[in-house]
C-alpha cells in the first residue's frame, strides 16, 4: 500500500512559478510509474505529466510542456513538479498519482494510488 501526499500549491500571480511536492510512502515507490494530474471545476481530471521509475522517460501534456518539470528523488520517496510561467487556465486542484509499473501513462485509469489533491490558483 502507498500513500501520497501532495504540498507547495498556493495562489499566484500569472506568470508567476509554483513548485508542488509529493510524498509518498511505502518501500516500493521506487517502482512506480508517477504522474500529475489536475482537475478544475466542472471539468474532468486532466492529465499533466509523468515520469518513469528511474527518471528515464518523462510525458507531458501539450498545454504544459516547456513550463513544468516533473522530477522525482527515490531516495526521498518524493516527487515534484516545477510550474512556471503559470496561466489562469493552470488552476487546478493538482493530483498525485502513482501506478504500480515503472512505465509512466496518461490516463487517470492506469494508476492505482491518488494523493488527496493540492489547490492552485493562477490570478490575473
Known amino acids: 500500500q502507498v500513500q501520497l501526499v501532495e504540498s507547495g500549491g498556493g495562489l499566484v500571480q500569472t506568470g508567476g512559478s509554483l513548485r508542488l511536492s509529493c510524498a509518498a510512502s511505502?518501500?516500493?515507490?521506487?517502482?512506480?510509474?508517477m504522474g500529475w494530474f489536475r482537475q478544475a471545476p466542472g471539468k474532468e481530471r486532466e492529465f499533466v505529466a509523468a515520469?518513469?521509475?528511474?527518471?528515464?522517460?518523462?510525458l507531458y501534456a501539450g498545454s504544459v510542456k516547456g513550463r513544468f518539470t516533473i522530477s522525482r528523488d527515490n531516495a526521498k520517496n518524493t516527487v515534484s513538479l516545477q510550474m512556471n510561467g503559470l496561466k489562469s487556465e493552470d488552476t487546478a486542484v493538482y493530483y498525485c498519482?502513482?501506478?504500480?509499473?515503472?512505465?509512466?501513462?496518461?490516463?487517470?485509469?492506469?494508476?492505482?494510488?491518488w494523493g488527496q489533491g493540492t489547490q492552485v490558483t493562477v490570478s490575473s
Open positions: 498519482a502513482g501506478r504500480t509499473t515503472v512505465v509512466p501513462a496518461t490516463s487517470p485509469r492506469e494508476y492505482d494510488y
Open positions: 515520469i518513469s521509475w528511474n527518471s528515464g522517460r518523462t
Open positions: 511505502g518501500r516500493t515507490f521506487s517502482r512506480y510509474a
